[in-house]
């Protein structure tokens, strides 16, 4: 995979990143209080994304740029790195991030479904 601009399948615009939500103590562990997880953070950012079919493993691979954003640096930084990526369209994917490159944005990568609209292809017997 090249990654940009050969005949893979792309997508380039906004898209919503899911992070996890956090884990935090709402009780005194002797009264009992047990860790409550908090809601998924959703954040809005512009991406180019692009994926093909790859015959050796069976799968869909893709991958791409997300736009620079202070709360996915943040929770990179903390530790996440599996996020749920999400077009505008309702096509979502989940994705691992890597760091953050020279502009402060995140690649990404995925395999299997992708976070956008692929051709249907139709396999004869």
């Given at each position: 995979?090249?990654?940009?601009?050969?005949?893979?399948?792309?997508?380039?615009?906004?898209?919503?990143?899911?992070?996890?939500?956090?884990?935090?103590?709402?009780?005194?562990?002797?009264?009992?209080?047990?860790?409550?997880?908090?809601?998924?953070?959703?954040?809005?950012?512009?991406?180019?994304?692009?994926?093909?079919?790859?015959?050796?493993?069976?799968?869909?691979?893709?991958?791409?740029?997300?736009?620079?954003?202070?709360?996915?640096?943040?929770?990179?930084?903390?530790?996440?790195?599996?996020?749920?990526?999400?077009?505008?369209?309702?096509?979502?994917?989940?994705?691992?991030l890597?760091?953050?490159?020279?502009?402060?944005?995140?690649?990404?990568?995925?395999?299997?479904?992708?976070?956008?609209a692929?051709?249907?292809?139709?396999?004869?017997?």
């Amino acid at each position: 995979m090249s990654g940009f601009g050969d005949d893979e399948e792309e997508y380039q615009g906004p898209v919503t990143v899911v992070l996890p939500g956090e884990h935090g103590d709402t009780g005194d562990a002797a009264d009992g209080g047990a860790p409550a997880a908090s809601a998924p953070v959703a954040v809005e950012v512009q991406a180019h994304l692009a994926g093909h079919f790859s015959p050796l493993t069976g799968d869909y691979r893709w991958r791409g740029r997300l736009s620079a954003s202070e709360a996915i640096t943040a929770a990179f930084r903390d530790g996440v790195r599996t996020v749920l990526v999400r077009t505008p369209d309702g096509f979502e994917g989940h994705g691992v991030l890597d760091d953050p490159n020279l502009w402060g944005g995140h690649p990404v990568r995925g395999t299997g479904t992708p976070p956008f609209a692929v051709p249907l292809i139709e396999i004869d017997d």
